[in-house]
Nanobody, 123 residues
Framework: QVQLVESGGGLVQPGGSLRLSCAAS????????MNWYRQAPGKERELVAH???????NYADSVKVRFTISRDNANNTVYLQINSVKPEDTAVYSC?????????????????WGQGTQVTVSS
């Protein structure tokens, strides 16, 4: 009933930029918080940034200066702008959100994950 689909990953040279997108679709009633996570090879998944529907943002200390999260509430889409990329940014980036959705006349809430998008930083 609800899907999160990321896009925008790929191979980028150190110092470059890219923008990731995550679009939520389905019978969505409300998404308060949208999150970006990443998991580098051999490391645990980490929360990179999150944004509320009101635009409040928070970032991991390691990305605070170079990453910008934003969202389009009307289209249930969250973005992650990554600037001055470094090799250590290489990871699978995934979006996550607790989604309130409706089915018939009932409302439900569940956490959803996207499939992830690979970002590789290499010269």
């Amino acid at each position: 009933q609800v899907q999160l689909v990321e896009s925008g990953g790929g191979l980028v040279q150190p110092g470059g930029s890219l923008r990731l997108s995550c679009a939520a679709s389905g019978s969505i009633f409300n998404i308060n918080v949208m999150n970006w996570y990443r998991q580098a090879p051999g490391k645990e998944r980490e929360l990179v940034a999150h944004i509320t529907s009101g635009g409040f943002t928070n970032y991991a200390d390691s990305v605070k200066v170079r990453f910008t999260i934003s969202r389009d509430n009307a289209n249930n889409t969250v973005y992650l702008q990554i600037n001055s990329v470094k090799p250590e940014d290489t990871a699978v980036y995934s979006c996550n959100a607790p989604v309130q959705y409706y089915s018939g006349s009932d409302y439900y809430s569940s956490h959803y994950w996207g499939q992830g998008t690979q970002v590789t930083v290499s010269s």
